[in-house]
């Protein structure tokens, strides 16, 4: 604020003291005392338009948002032709979160005095919350052209650049800032720089660029994982697919459960190539579940049945749950699905009458039993086979073989959730509730099995129950506070079950609560904007952004703002129709694709 200084000499000597002290203690955070000198001037010109503001922007930054936007509007209406008053009042704009208000308020202020470090700081900031990315990058501009000394006006130049869209001017940027820099910023900092300018190549697709540049600076470059990564996809697109696999390789073995590894592994061989190289993997990663798992998505039919039955019969005695969400993609292939089924009734009936796996012949599906196993496998088998047969909407079947699983072992959790969610696919609810809260009672301690039970509670609406249950995990004993925690699932849920009982206006708040909570998630950004910037973390910031500028398109959100247009038309005094209708155009901004988005559309005659 001290910037700000030259407003001081439209006051008397004493009076324009206390502006000054008051500008340098807001810039030292020390409110109190500034509010106490703004307050001295004012007794001497209680008509200034600057006082005024000054004593709104200590007040807004004081947590008295009331008063400070009062005298902030005040001072403006005395002197708009004051940059303080547009700079005041874009700051208590700022502190409410109402960044595009601060953005028009900032700009005014910049008009007036152009040169202003603190204006230029904070339009800048403004700039990158409200996505003017063309904007910040004439501000940096001007920042740069005015201190090229300093490396921070260099990178934020590139970012800004690269932003807007102008990918080529965003290199030479970086070139420049390392020529000229190079021996001024550590070695974290040249290798983010030099990775930030391999990952511009990239999107350029200036592939023979990008494989140059990784060369030269590989020894530059600490974060070689990125390195490996970024020359994997270089060579692909070069199709130089040999030195691409030696690279992917190198990878895998650092991570061989990381999928995208596999992905560029599987374009680097002819798919009749590659199985014989996943046989020759799975050697030297005999306990990798990724190398085993793939096998089976790219097998077919003659190869698969061996692969699956190797790969079932492990995982059963392991007793994985999950087994059967590992294994759901292959059930969308008809043949697959069959072979499948044909592979777990063997085992069924073998584990039933001799307590081991069947050895089967493939051609005749055949089968023979095997060495002894433990118990449990009968279980964790039918549990699979009851899950397999509710995926295909037998669900009358599934009923019945986890009855048989609950019945061999009636200890498991897994298997009373396994049976509820049969139950309430048959639109059994209430018998489902009951399936699902036996699983809660056999582990109280299990946070999943109680907020499963909750849930059930909720689509029976019945509110109270549920938020007992949930009340049990709260951070305050017995109390509920899902608001803080921010589980939006647990909101959407209230929020219609309270829409079924009628009861709109309780509705309505917990589908705001879930609203508010993505918008300040967007917005707490602004409080990161320059410091990852300042740290020189360019990618982690690019990404960043993309990350915030998808938290409107996510499901949570679309349910709730779905939520309250339900509101408005089940009740239109809750809602309002230009509520919802601002609602409406919002998610279709935002989910152009969904249906029910625009059937809303059609209802509010938009």
């Not at 690279?247 to 061989?269: F, G, S, T």
Request: glycine share 4%; net charge neutral.
């Amino acid at each position: 604020m001290e910037s700000f200084g030259a407003v001081a000499e439209s006051f008397a000597q004493k009076e324009g003291g206390h502006i000054r002290q008051a500008l340098q203690l807001i810039d030292r955070k020390q409110y109190p005392k500034a509010l106490k000198h703004v307050e001295k001037a004012l007794e001497a010109y209680p008509e200034s338009g600057e006082a005024l503001s000054l004593k709104g922007n200590i007040l807004s930054s004081l947590g008295r948002k009331d008063e400070a936007m009062d005298f902030a509007k005040r001072g403006l209406m005395k002197n708009l032709k004051s940059a303080l008053c547009w700079f005041s009042l874009s700051l208590i704009q700022n502190n409410d979160r109402n960044y595009a208000e601060a953005y028009k308020s900032i700009q005014k202020a910049n008009a007036i005095t152009p040169n202003n470090p603190a204006i230029i700081r904070n339009l800048s900031l403004l700039q990158l919350q409200n996505r003017d990315f063309k904007g910040f990058r004439d501000t940096r501009l001007s920042i740069l052209t005015g201190n090229p000394a300093v490396v921070l006006n260099w990178s934020s130049y590139a970012v800004s650049e690269y932003l807007s869209g102008d990918n080529e001017k965003a290199c030479k940027v970086l070139d420049s800032l390392i020529k000229a820099h190079e021996k001024n910023l550590s070695n974290a900092e040249l290798s983010e720089i030099y990775l930030y300018k391999a990952k511009i190549l990239e999107e350029m697709r200036d592939f023979a660029a990008l494989e140059k540049w990784l060369n030269e600076n590989k020894a530059k470059i600490l974060d070689q994982v990125a390195w490996k990564e970024m020359m994997a996809r270089c060579l692909l697109e070069l199709g130089v697919k040999e030195s691409a696999e030696m690279v992917v390789r190198q990878l895998l073995a650092l991570n061989p459960e990381n999928l995208i590894y596999h992905d560029l592994l599987q374009k680097c061989r002819n798919p009749e190539e590659i199985l014989s190289v996943y046989a020759e993997l799975q050697e030297s990663f005999p306990r990798s579940t990724a190398m085993f798992r793939i096998e089976l998505d790219l097998s077919d039919s003659t190869h698969f049945a061996s692969a699956f039955d190797r790969y079932l019969t492990k995982r059963i005695r392991k007793g994985i749950p999950s087994l059967f969400f590992d294994i759901k993609p292959l059930l969308k292939s008809p043949e697959k699905s069959e072979i499948i089924i044909n592979i777990i009734k063997a085992h069924i009936e073998t584990l039933s009458s001799s307590e081991s796996f069947a050895i089967i012949d493939y051609n005749t599906w055949t089968h023979s039993s095997g060495p002894k196993e433990q118990p449990q496998c009968l279980m964790w088998i039918f549990l699979l086979f009851s899950k397999i047969h509710d995926f295909f909407k037998n669900h009358e079947e599934a009923l019945s073989v986890i009855n048989q699983a609950i019945e061999h072992t009636p200890t498991v959790p897994d298997l009373y959730l396994a049976k509820g969610r049969i139950l309430k696919h048959l639109g059994r609810l209430q018998e489902a509730i009951c399936e699902v809260e036996e699983a809660r009672n056999l582990d109280f301690s299990d946070r999943y099995l109680n907020n499963k039970s909750a849930k059930y509670l909720y689509r029976n609406n019945q509110t109270a129950q549920a938020e007992e249950l949930l009340g049990l995990f709260s951070r305050e004993r017995g109390e509920l506070n899902i608001h803080d925690m921010q589980s939006t699932w647990v909101e959407n849920e209230m929020g219609e079950a309270y829409l079924r009982l009628g009861e709109v206006a309780k509705a309505k708040a917990e589908f705001e609560w879930v609203d508010k909570q993505y918008s300040d998630m967007f917005e707490d950004q602004c409080d990161f904007h320059f410091y990852v910037i300042r740290k020189m973390n360019f990618n982690a910031y690019t990404d960043f952004l993309k990350f915030t500028d998808s938290l409107y398109k996510q499901k949570p959100l679309l349910r709730a703002c779905k939520g309250i247009i339900r509101c408005h038309l089940a009740n239109q005094e809750v809602v309002s129709l230009k509520d919802a209708q601002k609602m409406v155009k919002f998610l279709l901004n935002h989910h152009p694709e969904d249906a029910e988005v625009h059937d809303f559309a059609q209802q509010l005659q938009i």
